[in-house]
């Protein structure tokens, strides 16, 4: 039987390592530790421009949040993207698994389904992340305040609406604000967990890699888990965690795995002439191997939970 283990994106993931060995601990599902731990991060709003209530909003300083989740038992799998006023969207992502025949389900259809599994519609701003919006859009306020004074525009459009601007840079509002949590069980099954609330003051309607299985995570008994971080149009334009469940499926280890799809990351990304992708991937086996890599100057830490200890670990950074 394999020693249970838990891994987890950024600094931030020693909160969901530790939520998810307790409930290893216990004898329980690798899918509910990952959700354990994932949740845990959600309702914990003093992490700064993270996950979960609290983080940063979009163009628009609405909060929207995307999560997945997946059991590498059986393959099933459930996700949502885009959806407001929903505090545990991890949580969601598993009642889409178990209640619908569906895999993902996006932004009212996300939210009402929600309602209708009772989970409370919630307002998830906090004083700090209204207040980073409002910095963060200098433009916005003077044109806000400008616009006060004028008439009304007769297509009755506002003026913030009218001034997103340019899309956010890839990489240029790169924030942490995704905890993928990756679990082995006692019974040497694996689960895992992504949430998110995507990359600060994005697009409204933009979706990254984090709820697309497959790109943001992917978890399979019969190969490994895998998740990814960062720039999410990189990841997905790579098929990231796939990727890596195959590698270690074709007899990679998760190390050799996790620092072949940043090569493929850069590779793609060099084709655009963007150097380098800003991605960062953690992997974990049914043996109980590890492994974690990043793009050059991603500076990716995770943390790695076995029996009782808790540790944060530097990944290995991948150039060209
Ligand atoms: C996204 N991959 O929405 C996410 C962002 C991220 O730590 O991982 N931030 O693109």
């Known amino acids: 039987m394999p020693e249970p283990i838990t891994i987890a994106t950024w600094p931030f993931g020693k909160t969901a390592v530790e939520a998810a060995m307790k409930v290893l601990a216990r004898g329980e599902p690798a899918l509910d530790a990952a959700l354990a731990g994932a949740q845990a991060v959600e309702d914990d709003t003093s992490i700064r421009n993270s996950v979960g209530f609290g983080s940063l909003p979009d163009r628009l300083g609405r ?31 598993r009642r889409v698994m178990e209640k619908t025949p569906h895999v993902m389900l996006v ?128 990841i997905i334009r790579i098929g990231g965690s796939l990727f890596i469940a195959e590698q270690i499926r074709a007899g990679k280890s998760p190390q050799e795995a996790c620092e072949l799809a940043c090569k493929r990351a850069n590779a793609a990304a060099g084709r655009r002439g963007v150097h380098p992708a800003r991605v960062a991937f953690l992997a974990l086996d049914p043996k109980g191997n590890v492994g974690a890599a990043c793009t050059e100057k991603a500076d990716f830490k995770y943390a790695v939970g076995r029996g009782e200890k808790v540790e944060l670990l530097q990944a290995k950074e991948i150039g060209p």
């Open 107 to 234: 932004g009212d259809g996300a939210k009402w389904f929600a309602l209708q599994q009772g989970f409370p519609l919630e307002v998830p701003y906090t004083a700090e992340s209204i207040k980073e919006w409002v910095d963060a859009h200098p433009d916005l306020k003077k044109k806000a305040e400008k616009a006060k004074k004028e008439p009304a525009r007769a297509d009755g459009a506002s003026e913030i609406n009218l001034q997103w601007g340019a899309p956010p840079a890839p990489g240029s509002e790169f924030n942490h604000d995704t905890v993928t949590v990756l679990s082995l069980d006692k019974k040497g099954h694996l689960g895992g967990v992504c949430t998110t609330s995507g990359l600060a003051y994005k697009l409204p309607g933009r979706v990254g890699d984090s709820p697309l299985i497959g790109a943001g995570l992917y978890v399979d008994d019969e190969a490994g888990a895998a998740g990814g971080t960062g720039v999410g149009e990189e």
């Open 63 to 93: 909060l929207t949040l995307d999560a997945c989740v997946m059991d590498g038992r059986t393959l099933a799998c459930g996700s949502v993207a885009c959806v407001e006023h929903i505090r545990h969207p991890a949580a969601l992502a």
